[in-house]
């Protein structure tokens, strides 16, 4: 609801007429197009300063009016000019009242909404009985000017008087400290009702610390600007510096702007954990969405080079550069790796970033890749990295019936007939040698094995030997069930020392105690 001239004048000639009365006592006749002029100023004097204007002789404009920028002017000096930049209420002060502006450049045309912070009487309570303002003395600070360091030179703390559609419940305050400014309405983000005046000469007023329109402000007004998690704007529209870029900070965060990326908002924990990464200029680039809700109530916010997510099991992480393509691929925090869990970190010769099913890792002597679900399993018990594998040289990859993925110095791999197993070292040149999965051996059965003297491992159609540190030799056929029945390697016949060959429908393995031909 607006108020009217008429609702907003008292006295003993209330109404229109009673208002024309007055002003033409106040300023001499007037035709009517000064008429109207006259009374807008009279009315909002009246309202906003009934005791400067009602109970003292001055003109209206020396209380209120004016689109000056200096305390000769009569307005109150915007709060972002004296509260370090934050376009909010001061502390000490509350919001006290509000009106709006009509076409204001400053909201992309549309209504520009001010509202006044009243001081408190914070010293004392006397000159409270009558209009509710307690006496200067009693106010929470003082009446000055802005410094002449800025153009917003406008009256600090002076003048007496409360629109009160703001806190009602505070029966009595101080002067105006200052004032605020919203591109949405009070009663959505203040504790106001929505009862509303308007001035239209305050369109325009402003202060260097205030951001101008733009996409910035757009997408602020669209989140509800103070009603939303960024708060109140800590300053103006400020460039990165790279011809790219602009942003704003707000008590909540910030927004960062872009021709190709847009404008997107970031909590103050987000803007953190992106700063720590270098901000736009660094691994992540410049943010391309605003926070996305994931799986297991998660969040993922997406950057031009990567991204920051989080979820209710694990921390805040970041992905970026090729670890990021990488989780793409993979299907991201849905997919097979699924959130991480630590950052990129430095090992030996390489680096890994770990998640919850899995890591993605690279090295001087490899290309980057994913390691995940029971390969992950394997890798680990296997001593990662460091351990008998080295670094992973692929991915995951389908071979008849089953799939392996390499490694430095061997490879994980399974079948529809068998479990996961690792070969690696000695037994994986042997079983490269015997054709692999496809060759005479098949796939692993079980892991590496510790035996008398050296070590063995099974596969589906025969067996790879190994005396000491010697080359391992493949068993498989007839040959091998004599070898066994003759005790194998504590038998007589002792360890293999040449691999099983076929030759004219027959096979043949030489041991370190004789030769046995089937």
């Not at 300063?49 to 689109?67: E, F, H, V, W």
């Not at 629109?163 to 919203?182: A, I, L, M, P």
Request: glycine share 14%.
């Amino acid at each position: 609801m607006s108020g009217t001239l008429e609702q907003i004048t008292t006295g003993e000639r209330r109404g229109l007429v009673g208002l024309v009365s007055r002003i033409s006592e106040r300023f001499g006749p007037v035709g009517r197009r000064g008429f109207f002029v006259g009374a807008a100023v009279a009315g909002s004097a009246l309202v906003t300063d009934p005791k400067a204007y009602a109970l003292r002789p001055q003109t209206a404009y020396s209380t209120i009016c004016g689109p000056g920028n200096t305390a000769s002017s009569g307005w109150t000096v915007f709060c972002s000019t004296i509260n370090k930049g934050v376009n909010s209420c001061p502390p000490g002060s509350f919001a006290a009242g509000w009106w709006k502006a009509a076409g204001s450049s400053w909201c992309g045309g549309g209504y520009r909404y001010i509202v006044d912070c009243n001081a408190s009487c914070s010293k004392c309570s006397s000159g409270c009985s009558g209009d509710h303002i307690c006496d200067k003395g009693c106010w929470s600070c003082s009446c000055g000017t802005g410094s002449t360091a800025t153009c917003d030179q406008r009256r600090i703390c002076c003048n007496a008087f409360r629109y009160g559609q703001c806190n009602t419940q505070v029966k009595c305050s101080g002067g105006v400290h200052c004032r605020v400014v919203s591109c949405v309405p009070p009663y959505k983000w203040a504790n106001c009702t929505t009862t509303s005046l308007r001035d239209d000469r305050t369109a325009e007023h402003s202060s260097p610390s205030l951001p101008k329109w733009g996409p910035i402000s757009a997408r602020y007004k669209a989140m509800g600007e103070q009603g939303s998690f960024l708060k109140a704007s800590t300053g103006p529209v400020r460039s990165v510096g790279d011809g790219k870029g602009t942003y704003v900070r707000y008590q909540g965060g910030a927004i960062y702007s872009t021709s190709t990326n847009g404008s997107r908002a970031m909590n103050n924990w987000v803007l953190s954990k992106w700063n720590e990464e270098g901000g736009p200029r660094g691994h992540l680039g410049y943010p391309t969405s605003e926070k996305i809700s994931t799986r297991d109530s998660g969040w993922i916010h997406l950057f031009q080079k990567g991204a920051i997510t989080d979820s209710a099991s694990t921390s805040t992480q970041t992905v970026w550069g090729v670890r990021y393509d990488v989780w793409k691929r993979e299907g991201r925090e849905g997919g097979k790796l699924g959130y991480p869990v630590g950052p990129k970190t430095d090992v030996t010769n390489g680096w890994i970033q770990l998640f919850q099913k899995g890591a993605i890792t690279d090295s001087t002597a490899t290309s980057t890749q994913s390691v995940w679900g029971v390969r992950w399993d394997v890798w680990k018990r296997e001593g990662r990295e460091k351990g008998t594998l080295g670094f992973p040289t692929g991915p995951l990859t389908s071979t008849t019936n089953g799939w392996i993925q390499l490694f430095q110095k061997g490879a994980i791999t399974d079948s529809t007939a068998t479990t996961t197993q690792a070969v690696h070292g000695a037994m994986w040149t042997g079983w490269v040698a015997a054709g692999r999965e496809n060759g005479v051996l098949g796939y692993p059965t079980a892991a590496v094995s510790s035996a008398s003297r050296g070590s063995y491992q099974a596969f589906r159609s025969g067996e790879l030997w190994r005396l000491g540190s010697g080359s391992a030799r493949r068993l498989y056929g007839e040959v091998l069930s004599q070898w066994k029945a003759a005790g194998g390697a504590t038998g007589k016949y002792g360890y293999p020392v040449t691999d099983t060959v076929s030759s004219n429908g027959r096979l043949t393995c030489t041991f370190e105690g004789g030769t046995i031909t089937a």
